[in-house]
Every structure is written in C-alpha cells, then in structure tokens.
C-alpha cells in the first residue's frame, strides 16, 4: 500500500510540474514586448478597431484574451493581457469566429499573418498588399494544442 501511495504521489508531482512548465515556458522565454511608443504608431493609423474580451463562448480561465487591437493597412496591434501559452498565431477570417469548432469549420477560408510572442502587447505586419476589407475579424489561437484564445469582430 505504500509502494502504491508512493507511486502516485511522485506521479502526481511530476504531472503538475509537466503543467506548471508548460504554463511558464512562454513566460519566461517570450522577447520583450514592442514599446507603447511603437503600438501606438500603430493606433494612429488604425483603419480598424476592435476589442478583445473574456466572455467568448471557447475562452476559459486558460485560454483567454481581453483588451484593445488596432489594425492598420500595415500592422495589428494589440495592449491589453492575453492568457500566456506557446505557439499562439494571429488569424483573420471572413466571418466572426468565438469557438475551436467554429476556427476548424472556417480555417480555409482564413488566413495566418502571424506570431503573437508577447501577452501584454504586441504588434504583428501584414503581408503587402493585404484585403482587409476581405475580412472582418483578428483570431488569436494556439497552434500547438488547437485552443481558441480569442477574437475580435472589426467590422
């Protein structure tokens, strides 16, 4: 019985160590996130602003984002908070998109401009001569485990 106890302890521990490593990896590795200075270089051009929130259908207290975009013909820009993780790709689709289901069902429909290495703030280029007016809302999702984080309508 104690073997038994032992066992599962140590299993337990190892467990939660492999979760807390996963959670604070992109912590501790993520660069330094782009000066209020450059973001806002970015808001002053803003075509379009948007809002990312908490309250989507798939955001839960792990995959979350919340805060102000800005989108220029250039640039997105983002200052707010995003729930840290690895491998999190900026998205825009034609259509608003709040669930995995929903990502997967329209992914071919849209289109990745990006990496989002920061959780406070951060500025993404688009490719030249990119159709905004083609699309009406920013996805930021976790490429490595397929996990909606958040989104913003546009227009």
């Not at 019985?1 to 467990?15: D, E, T």
């Not at 608003?96 to 290495?117: L, R, S």
Request: aromatic share 14%; charged share 15%.
């Amino acid at each position: 019985m104690k073997r038994i106890f032992l066992l599962v302890s140590h299993l337990g521990c190892v467990a939660l160590g492999f979760a807390l490593g996963i959670y604070a990896l992109p912590i501790l590795t993520q660069p330094p996130s782009p000066t209020m200075n450059q973001v806002q270089e970015v808001t002053n051009q803003a075509l379009y602003t948007a809002t990312f929130q908490k309250d989507r259908q798939d955001s839960d207290f792990l995959h979350w984002g919340e805060g102000s975009v800005s989108i220029s013909s250039q640039q997105v820009a983002f200052v707010g908070e995003l729930a840290p993780g690895p491998d999190y790709k900026l998205y825009f689709s034609p259509t608003f998109i709040e669930t995995e289901a929903g990502f997967n069902a329209n992914k071919a429909q849209m289109i990745q401009v990006g990496e989002v290495k920061s959780f406070d703030r951060f500025t993404v280029s688009l490719p030249e001569e990119f159709p905004l007016k083609d699309y009406n809302t920013v996805i930021v999702w976790c490429e490595t485990f397929g996990e909606f984080i958040t989104s913003a309508r546009y227009k």
